[in-house]
């Protein structure tokens, strides 16, 4: 392999990585759990931007016996497609841009 071209494409692999920062933390994905109980929003990165819970959820948390676990089982559904929507976008980013490198077979 000739060494200019290997730097080449190092510098374009900089490049697009700097790229997929940006289009990460600008991605937004939203996933809900309980029927819209409970909604979250995050960006490429798997940060939390929002949470929102439906009041209708926390009605069931008054009254002698409040069903918290309920409440934390949502939560932690929709976070967890949450975060894998954001993987999704995130690998089909990753592929779209690797394509555009020109490598040899066998390396994407």
Known sequence: ?????IQEMLGQAK?????MKQKLAATVV???SGGGAVT?????KKE???LTIDPAAVASLSG????????EDLITAAVNEGGRRAEEVM???VQGMLGGLNLPP???
């Open 40 to 44: 979250v929003k995050m960006n490429g």
């Open 91 to 93: 690998q089909s980013s």
């Open 15 to 19: 490049q697009m990585q700097e790229q």
């Open 48 to 50: 939390i931007l929002k």
């Open 1 to 5: 392999m000739n060494p200019l071209k």
């Open 106 to 108: 066998g390396l994407l």
């Open 64 to 71: 002698p016996n409040p069903d918290v676990e309920m409440l």
């Open 30 to 32: 939203e996933a809900t």
